[in-house]
């Protein structure tokens, strides 16, 4: 029974620890990460704008919702597997800057990702900056000692790079086998 008790003790001490070096660790944090791609800024920016197609390329995006914009800006909400996230532009500025902001206050975290695009002698080098807030203080201990600030950074920028290396994506089934060139329809 004494074990029982010790194990309890040792289970409150480690949560209550986890909760004090939370409560310690800033709301707010900034990361930024880089990666030079080879297609030009426009080609690029096409790809980050078009918010409907981020299922068809970022893996952790399951569905695109549109919500109704804000302020004359898109806003959209974004279905994972875990969860869903609103979003609404802040600010765009074709082939150079596209800024999006976290819409729900409910969440146990919040912030902004500047996304800007340089061009570069051969392609464009992309910067993502997040501004974030984690408000719920365990979530911050594992957002600073287990995931990282940058995990979803990351992420997004991996899947970004495989989605310009096949900018096609891949090819639908054709319904039916088209016809060579020179050929006509029979008649009867």
Known sequence: ??????????????????????????????????????????????????????????????????LPAVDGRPSWREIRRRDSIPYETVESVPSQRF????????????GQWSIDLAPLPKGTRVTITERGEIYNPIFRVFAHFVFGYTATIDAYLHALQRRLETPDGPTPPATAPPRPPDSSPATA
């Open 1 to 66: 029974m004494k074990w029982l008790f010790l194990v309890g003790a040792a289970v409150v001490a480690v949560s209550l620890l986890v909760v004090g070096i939370g409560l310690i660790l800033p709301r707010r944090h900034t990361a930024t990460r880089t990666v030079d791609v080879p297609p030009p800024p426009d080609q690029v920016w096409a790809v980050i704008t078009d918010v409907a197609a981020y299922p068809r390329w970022r893996p952790d995006v399951t569905r695109i919702e549109a």
């Open 99 to 110: 800024v999006t902001r976290i819409t729900d206050p409910a969440l146990p975290f919040g």
